[in-house]
């Protein structure tokens, strides 16, 4: 098998971690695999360069902090490849110019245009362990660019796409997806196959295990991808299409995202396109709007509700009040959202009422609703989230057995 | 004027640093000069790095260690140029491989084989100040390389040569070339201007401020070399051809050196080729030998005499002793080789007699002597060597007034 294995900076955040990284490498090879690594910087250096930076300018060009910020990954690579030598492997270090990473010249947030795979493809030929630095790539000039957040996993995925890996295996501290967040519900259990539409879903719900970009991007290249620990020899959970996983069960798991607060404008103004205006507004400010429920009150007048992360709730505030869209302005960051995810929720009704009932049962007030083929969402009080969690977890049977 | 600036670890070693150099370098720009700067990595980095690659393997692959070191200089131009950009002037960092710098293959010691100036000559045209990570280039398989110790002074003399720059300026933490060592005698001088040869004998007898290869490839370019200090606004010392000199001192300096050990044979055996084989064995334990003084004692049997480094003694001991090649071996490593430098004692007699009759009257033995065109050195007493040295600066009159 050719296995992509990508650890971040966690995973080689010291150098005891980095020599545990390559006695891991150094098994998979044993094991008969050919191996290409991708190393994220050691944690802390990224946000130490970006502080030097910051020290000169508030707002550095974005092509030196490219030069700046693709040293860390340069280092680990070099480092991890001294390290599988030393052990008798015959190791290598990549740059992403040497991995044939090409991008566009968006500086600071490139994406990935295309790998030139030759020199990868000799290498592998060759036996040798490929360690490449994530997270860069270069321009069409010729200049080193970087990826932006989550870099490091897009260079895995897209090298995997590329050189048609079997398995993208992405290390981090967390060995893998659950059904939901084990701090809430003890008996999360870990999801063994989950396809990539539900990982979205997780995923911009607020799941912090991959990034959307990286999902998306694997699901195009139809990579298969394991997200799992470092630090342990658990399994992980693979993030596969939809067909490889044979026994799909309804509900996949559930997410939950307190970083929401609700905009109530009663009595809005009877004035044509208001509406149209309060959302343009508010996209022209980066404010991203999630859920929206409108509705006609008792006397004849139009309600809007809507919600915002809550960290823009300030912003959105502020808008608002200067629109005068609406006679009562109300803003509740007291709100959070618990979403149901699965794909096989598409085939099988009944997974919304089973959610309402449970919900009401436990007394909780679903305030806002909002559905996809495989998602539920509600907001609910962030009082009872957990408990709507835990409750949901339990209804649709996805704890672990005891 | 095009000037070449380069800056050494001490002067970019933390951020503030780096802002100063930032301001040196804006007031050379608007003196209406071009500028082209050359930088280490901060002071440190690099020393960390080389402790990180050492705690995996005793004898890491010199590629990998290249892939490592080559990032402290990145660092230092990117941050430069930021620094550089906020104060509203245009600049742009490169790396080795973009500014064009070609070498050999020899990872962690390689040596430039050529510069391609298009890159640099287009941004210059630009009006634009270039940041070059120095230390560093690429070879002909486009793998970085790095130049090994001094390596960011032959960046900037490379450059400086290749693209006919007017003057190469060396900052360091010392403020020039000194008639002698300020600390042994504080009248000594910095010397305006001196040539390459002068300077080669005064590199290779110890002085600190530039290593040999640089001044070679300055003389070999014909590269006004300035060396001059960062923290400072003073003059430096200019180091050129003889030509450029107008009124050249028969004595420029004079030079000490205690890092120098004696061994003593006597009565050397009488077989033929016995000084051969000694010679040939130490050279072949890359032992350097100095000075050699042969002489045939009172009953007829030859004596031998040569100097060491004095921390390669202990190998030298040991190698004399399996070579079993005279009756007597002795060792003194409390001994100094004091040298007088100067392109003028080419035309002048009467230097070397001045320095014996010097020594003689200070009661200071001359134990050995070696000259060239431009150096005479003797070995003395390592406990008389200050005064040696004093004493040669009096008499060629090298003080400053006072």
Redesign the interface.
């Known amino acids: 098998m050719l296995i992509v294995q990508k650890f971040g900076g966690t995973s080689v955040g010291d150098?005891e971690r980095?020599?545990n990284v390559?006695n891991r490498v150094a098994k998979s090879k044993d094991a008969g695999n050919d191996i290409i690594v991708v190393v994220s910087a050691m944690s802390g250096e990224t946000n130490k360069?970006i502080g030097?930076?910051a020290?000169?300018?508030k707002n550095?060009?974005a092509?030196?902090?490219d030069?700046?910020l693709?040293?860390?990954e340069?280092?680990t690579?070099?480092?991890l490849?001294?390290?599988l030598?030393?052990m008798g492997y015959d190791a290598?270090?990549l740059?992403g110019?040497?991995a044939g990473i090409h991008t566009d010249d968006i500086h600071t947030s490139a994406r990935i245009s295309h790998i030139n795979t030759d020199n990868m493809r000799e290498k592998i030929s060759e036996g040798k362990i490929i360690v490449v630095a994530g997270f860069q790539g270069i321009t069409a000039d010729?200049?080193?660019s970087t990826l932006g957040r989550g870099g490091s996993d897009l260079s895995a995925v897209a090298i995997a796409g590329a050189m048609e890996a079997d398995l993208c295996e992405i290390y981090t501290d967390v060995d893998g997806v659950y059904t939901t967040d084990p701090r809430i519900e003890r008996r999360a259990k870990k999801i063994e196959k989950i396809s990539y539409d539900e990982m979205l879903e997780f995923a911009s719900l607020g799941a912090k295990v991959l990034q959307n970009r990286s999902v998306e991007m694997a699901k195009k290249l139809n990579v298969n991808l394991v997200t799992r620990s470092s630090f342990t020899e658990n399994e992980g959970t693979l993030i596969t299409k939809e067909e490889n996983i044979m026994e799909q069960p309804i509900v996949s798991g559930i997410a939950l995202d307190k970083n929401q607060a609700r905009v109530s404008l009663r009595n809005v103004k009877d004035e044509p396109g208001i509406a149209a205006n309060i959302f343009s507004t508010l996209a022209e400010n980066n404010i991203n709007v999630d859920m929206i429920i409108q509705n006609v009150g008792h006397d004849g007048n139009a309600n809007l509700g809507f919600t915002v992360p809550e960290n823009e709730l300030e912003n959105a505030k502020e808008i608002m009040e200067k629109l005068n869209a609406a006679e009562d302005l109300e803003f509740d960051s007291n709100i959070a959202k618990v979403s149901i995810v699965g794909v096989g929720m598409k085939n099988h009704s009944g997974v919304a009422s089973t959610a309402f009932t449970t919900l009401a049962d436990n007394g909780i007030n679903i305030e806002m609703i909002s559905t996809s083929e495989i998602k539920i969402s509600m907001i609910v009080d962030e009082k009872y989230s957990e408990l709507a969690v835990r409750s949901l977890h339990e209804a649709y049977n996805l704890g672990q057995r005891e």
Do not use: C, H, T, W
Request: aromatic share 6%.
């Open positions: 150098l980095i020599q390559a360069l030097y930076a020290n000169f300018s550095p060009a092509k030196e902090m030069m700046l693709s040293s860390g340069r280092v690579s070099a480092l490849s001294i390290a030598q030393e290598i270090s740059s110019r040497k010729g200049d080193v």
